[in-house]
């Protein structure tokens, strides 16, 4: 005991001593002897990935998140996911089940261990609201794709296996089964890996968001065009200038060194308030991301409308 009071008393008139030299607070001076509060957070910078819009493919949102000194950066990410996006425009639905919730989160070398509450078993919002078998299963599909390309981002897990706890003495496998994914069957899928086939290309959201154009769905179609970029600068776009988009064709499209801006070739037919086709062939459509999915730029749609005239 007496050597445990020595050695703290040592260490204490070091700190004073610092203090003292330095002018420096205690709790810096702790800092640089490795010590920290508990309940301090960092701020990270993340990729989380999302459904884009109603398609078939996961968008990027970069933001930073919070994580605290008492839990591992994989945890903060998985809470993340199931808080949901920031930009509802671009990712409008949330990937898991209401009341979802993290049991636990566990590496074991290059395969992390993602345990779930049961409450990830249960319906999507909207899913028993009209929605077909194949949406829903769609929707769990990018759930778990982007539940491992999150985690994966990092490059240090090559796998991700999703666990369930499920009702307390039940002696199944906690791994996530067929069931899931709505089938009848308790088959176990093997732990999930990346998945680059389902995140988005510009060319795949360029088409997306054309296809609000062509429903008419104007809200949404406005929310997905951004002003930004260089070039001139416009007013409002309004809707009642866009004639009656009939079809398209976009290429995959070509992404700049720094990941801002996207080029695609679109090929389009409109029908005018006339009542006549009129065709726009391999023009360079721009799209913009800056963190939060890609949007395509307004100044392009009025080049259009230009051409159009």
């Known amino acids: ?39 301090r957070t960092a701020q990270v910078e993340a990729v989380l990935y999302f459904r884009y819009l109603d398609s ?12 605290r000194q008492t839990e591992s950066l994989e945890r903060a990410l998985v809470q993340a996911l ?18 979802t919730s993290i049991i636990n989160v566990l590496a074991e070398r290059d395969r992390l261990f993602v ?20 949406e829903a299963v769609l929707r769990r599909t990018l ?25 307390p003495g039940v002696t199944k496998s906690m791994r996530l ?30 088409s997306a968001i054309l296809e609000h154009w062509k429903s008419q769905a104007w809200s949404r179609f406005l929310e997905m065009v951004t002003p930004g970029g260089a070039g001139p600068r416009h007013g409002p776009l ?3 200038t866009l004639p009656l988009l009939i079809e398209w064709e976009v290429s995959t499209g070509s992404i700049s060194p720094d990941g801002r801006s996207a080029v695609v070739v679109l090929d389009l037919g409109v029908q005018t308030t006339s009542g006549r086709r009129q065709d726009v062939t391999y023009f360079p459509l721009i799209l913009l991301n800056e963190g939060h999915g890609w949007r395509i730029r307004q100044q392009s749609l009025v080049q259009i409308l230009d051409l159009l005239e």
């Open 177 to 206: 089964s067929q069931r899931y994914y709505l089938e009848d069957s308790d088959d176990l899928p093997p732990p999930l890996t990346r998945q680059e086939q389902a995140i988005i290309t510009p060319g795949h959201a360029a």
């Open 238 to 240: 309004k809707t009642a």
């Open 115 to 134: 345990t779930l509450s049961r409450e990830v078993m249960d319906p999507l919002p909207g899913e028993n609201a009209g929605a077909g078998k194949q």
């Open 1 to 39: 005991m007496s050597r445990k009071l020595s050695f703290s008393g040592r260490l204490m008139t070091i700190l004073l001593a610092l203090c003292a030299l330095t002018g420096t607070g205690a709790g810096a001076q702790a800092q640089m002897l490795g010590y920290s509060e508990p309940g």
């Open 56 to 67: 078939a493919w996961l968008g990027q949102e970069q933001r930073s998140i919070q994580v």
């Open 143 to 167: 759930a778990m794709a982007a539940l491992v390309n999150t985690l994966s981002e990092s490059g240090d897990f090559r796998s991700v296996q999703v666990l369930v706890l499920d009702e």
């Open 82 to 99: 199931l808080d949901g996006p920031q930009d509802k425009a671009a990712f409008p639905q949330p990937l898991f089940a209401e009341g």
